[in-house]
């Protein structure tokens, strides 16, 4: 209990650091630390691939990503801050964020331990337990992750096309 | 489980605090004299002008192509530890699986995406 | 008893700090001796007998170095992003097993801070998270090299780290299990892996050197292109963690390397703790006489070796290996 305590505040810090910090790169790294305290939540409950999962795919690689963005948006910071081109939205944001986490909330209170009617696998938490349910009676979900990957390499390709071959020739080798 | 992951913390925590501790330590006993151009980046004795305005786009690229496989890859660690228990079966699904996140290595590959021109 | 176990756990993670942080100091002394042989000359060699005391200088000199930060950095960043990466470097080697475990007052001790049953993925999770010291470090310090730097490697890490994940998972489908304590004791009733898994081996290793940013994929820092890429902006102590960080890695990918591969603390007539840090040392000395040997790569050269050679020869090993174990072949 001590340590929900303590890990819900470090998360919810995070989450807060996020939207208030007004360098995207501190942004970024609050909602590192929203992971990070997800992570240890799943270790609490005895999941411990997903606490892995948890940062070896948004720590390691979704955030890496962020950073890049971000450290490219504010790698020239003498630009003055443009004006915001939707008046408003910040106090809508809240309110929609106030209404959506308030709801949640009160949906838990009314239908409490209703969510798992069939129980939970054994050693549902760690690989082998893992590995005996998501490649036996769930591949289902594991197929539609497969095609969401390549709807998703598609996508990349598709907005973000590489130079065609003939262009290649000419500079080759020149770094950025 | 929890005793072992209650270690790791511990440890965790001294580690951090040990990095810390080392990282500002010439802050603490290091001189200090300021002035001088010693707080000018050093651009190979050129004089910094702007700072960096863009980038190549190439890293964003090779940073989603990493994301993408990356969530195939973990994926794949359940199955592994599992595979003796999983037999042909496991061994079929599996190359479904890659069948179709081949599919998309190699359609990324050949639209040159994996391409650093 | 427990206030045995906790005083054990004491003991234990100021020794692994202890370890890493000498290991590191004698890594570097190592390397500079080796280099110099390699090269013809001596090396360092006048502080104490035979330079050993060079590692203590060198950290003398270090700590009274003037800290300095460019102007318009950011501050917490700046001070941040070293400690991040020597934090995550020192983080990696508490799921190592460095010995098999000993009996001590009754109770079972094993050598390592904790044993969970995913050790080797809280391993490569820890290692995930040192990307952020160098883009970070690269960005607060307002210095275009530093930026390219920081970007360019952890482009690299990630672009090597999806054919490190699968040439790993061979490992695990023969052993049954991701827990690095249970991977030795497989090797010791079934004998080392690093004969049926030779291929997985050569790409472990060729992925593990391009992580640490070592010669021959040492881009990140390449002095001729970009001064000193991510850390060029650094001084005195923070510096230094950025080289103890890279040494203290190299030291987790020959641990990982001897303890997937090479059976770990196994080993016949010597203690078993004195084993595993012989094949560290071996592994230590092919860093240093590839680093020695090789010419660096091109920056084109090693994105393409990455993702178009190593994921399909890691790719294709895995698939022979699946096949092996799940009983099709």
């Known amino acids: 209990m001590i340590a929900f305590v303590i890990l819900a505040i470090l998360a919810l810090g995070g989450g807060v650091g996020v939207v208030v910090a007004r360098q995207p790169v501190h942004s970024a790294l609050f909602l590192i630390l929203n992971i ?91 690989l082998h337990g893992m590995g005996l349910n998501l490649w036996n009676q769930d591949f289902v979900y594991l197929a539609a992750v497969a095609l969401m990957l390549l709807t998703a390499a598609i996508g990349v390709l598709v907005l973000n096309r590489p130079q065609r071959r003939q262009h290649r020739a000419g500079v080759k080798g020149e770094d950025s | ?62 940073a989603m192509f990493f994301m993408i496989f990356d969530v195939a890859v973990m994926s794949l660690y359940p199955w592994a530890t599992s595979l003796r228990s999983l037999h042909q079966a496991g061994m079929l699904r599996v190359l479904a699986f890659l069948a179709i996140v081949g599919l998309a290595f190699f359609y990324v590959w050949n639209r040159g995406g994996f391409q650093w021109d | 008893m427990i206030v045995l176990e906790i005083v054990l756990l004491v003991i234990k993670i100021i ?44 950290g003398l000199k270090m700590v009274l170095k003037e800290d300095l930060m460019p102007l318009g950095a950011d501050p917490f960043v700046y001070r941040l992003a070293p400690v991040i990466s020597l934090f995550t470097a020192l983080c990696v080697d508490a799921v190592i097993p460095f010995g098999a475990p000993i009996h001590l007052f ?37 210095n275009k090299y530093s930026l390219l730097g920081g970007i360019r490697a952890s482009a690299q890490i990630i672009s090597y780290e999806l054919a490190m994940g699968l040439a790993v998972m061979g490992v695990l489908m023969t052993t049954h299990t991701a827990n690095l304590e249970g991977i030795v004791l497989y090797q010791k009733a079934h004998g080392w892996l690093w004969l049926p898994q030779i291929g997985a081996f050569l790409i472990y290793f060729i992925t593990g050197i391009a992580e640490t940013n070592r010669t021959p994929f040492d881009l990140p820092e390449a002095e001729s292109e970009l001064v000193a890429g991510y850390h060029t902006e650094y001084s005195g102590m923070r510096f230094a963690s950025y080289i103890i960080a890279e040494y203290i890695n190299m030291i987790t ?30 592994f230590l000395f092919i860093f240093i006489w590839i680093r020695a040997t090789l010419p660096r790569f091109r920056y084109d050269q090693l994105m393409n070796f990455g993702w178009k050679v190593l994921v399909p020869a890691a790719l294709i090993y895995f698939l022979g290996t699946a096949a092996f174990v799940s009983g099709i072949l």
């Not at chain 3, 020959?254 to 595993?276: E, K, N």
């Open chain 1, 36 to 126: 990070l305290a997800l992570a240890i939540f799943y270790i609490l409950l005895s999941a411990e691939f997903l606490a892995a999962a948890q940062v070896i795919v948004y720590a390691g690689a979704i955030m890496v990503l962020f950073l890049f963005v971000v450290t490219l948006l504010t790698a020239g910071k003498d630009d003055a801050e443009p004006q915001e081109g939707l008046a408003g939205q910040r106090l809508t944001a809240g309110i929609l964020a106030v209404l959506a986490g308030g709801g949640l909330a009160v949906l838990g209170v009314l239908y409490p331990s209703q969510s798992i009617p069939f129980g939970l696998p054994p050693n549902f938490g760690n």
């Open chain 2, 1 to 62: 489980m929890i005793t072992q992951y209650g270690a790791l913390l511990i440890y965790v925590l001294v580690a951090f605090l040990v990095a810390y501790l080392v990282a500002s330590s010439s802050q603490h006993m290091g001189p200090k004299a300021p002035g001088g151009l010693k707080r000018v980046t050093y651009e190979s004795g050129i004089v910094p002008e702007a700072p960096v305005k863009y980038f190549s786009v190439r890293f964003y690229r090779v």
């Open chain 3, 15 to 58: 020794l692994l700090i202890a370890i890493l942080m000498g290991g590191f100091a004698y890594t570097m002394l190592l390397e500079r001796r080796l280099l110099g042989f390699f090269q013809l000359r001596l090396g360092p060699n006048r502080v104490g007998p035979g330079g050993l005391l060079q590692p203590i200088a060198d």
């Open chain 3, 106 to 142: 009754g109770l079972t001790v094993t050598l390592d801070i904790a044993n969970p049953s995913i050790g080797l993925l809280i391993a490569f999770a820890f290692s995930s998270l040192g990307v952020y010291g160098l883009v970070l470090g690269g960005w607060a310090s307002q």
């Open chain 3, 253 to 282: 990918v020959s641990g990982i390397a001897v303890t997937l591969f090479f059976g770990g603390w196994l080993g016949p007539w010597l203690p078993p703790i004195i084993w595993f840090f012989i094949k560290i040392g071996i």
